[in-house]
Every structure is written in structure tokens, then in C-alpha cells.
């Protein structure tokens, strides 16, 4: 009995699977940038030219752009309208990161 619910659920992610990357492949610039700006950050983290504060500030930003990607994708399609919208948030979160990594303040 355990072994055909852990099945059913099995097959119902593989089955949800395609649709997601179905979406995802619809912008593969913007999510190789988003994904590009993450690592920046995980690097700042790791290297100590980011505070905790600062981190969650830019995590914060990219989950910003993330939700206005998502609203974006919600109909099927991105405008070349929410397509430029994007991409400036992008240009935004992008300078926030260079800034905070290069303010001088460390993690100790």
C-alpha cells in the first residue's frame, strides 16, 4: 500500500516536470542571468564582502524579479513589455549586488 502512494507520488513530480521546464525554457536568458546573480551573491557570502543583512536585502531583490518573471510567464507568453520590465529589474539588482560587495563592509 505504502509502496503504490510513494509510486502515485513518484509519477505525479515526473509528470509536473515537463510543464515546469516547458515555462522555465520560455526566458532561458533571464534565468541563466537570475541564476548568474545568485552565485554572485553566494560568492559574496562566502568570500565575506557581504553581511548577513546585506545577503538577505539581495536575496530579497531576486526573489523580487522571480515573482515579476512568474507574473510575467502566468499567461503562456512574455511581452516584449514585461520582457523589458524584467530585464531592468535585472539591471537594478545587479548594481545593488556590485554596490554591497564592494562597500567595504565585511562579515567578521
Given at each position: 500500500m505504502i509502496a503504490r502512494l510513494a509510486a502515485a507520488a513518484l509519477?505525479?513530480?515526473?509528470?509536473?516536470?515537463?510543464?515546469?521546464?516547458?515555462a522555465q525554457s520560455s526566458t532561458p536568458g533571464i534565468d541563466r542571468r537570475q541564476a548568474n546573480q545568485e552565485q554572485r551573491i553566494d560568492q559574496g557570502?562566502?568570500?565575506?564582502?557581504?553581511?548577513?543583512?546585506?545577503?538577505?536585502?539581495?536575496?530579497?531583490?531576486?526573489?523580487?524579479v522571480e515573482r515579476i518573471e512568474g507574473r510575467a510567464l502566468a499567461d503562456g507568453s512574455v511581452t516584449r513589455?514585461?520582457?523589458?520590465?524584467i530585464h531592468h529589474a535585472q539591471d537594478v539588482e545587479s548594481r545593488r549586488i556590485y554596490r554591497q560587495k564592494h562597500d567595504g563592509q565585511t562579515r567578521r
Open positions: 509519477a505525479a513530480t515526473l509528470a509536473a516536470l515537463p510543464a515546469e521546464s516547458l557570502i562566502q568570500s565575506g564582502s557581504l553581511t548577513r543583512p546585506e545577503a538577505r536585502r539581495l536575496e530579497r531583490g531576486q526573489n523580487r513589455k514585461e520582457r523589458a520590465r
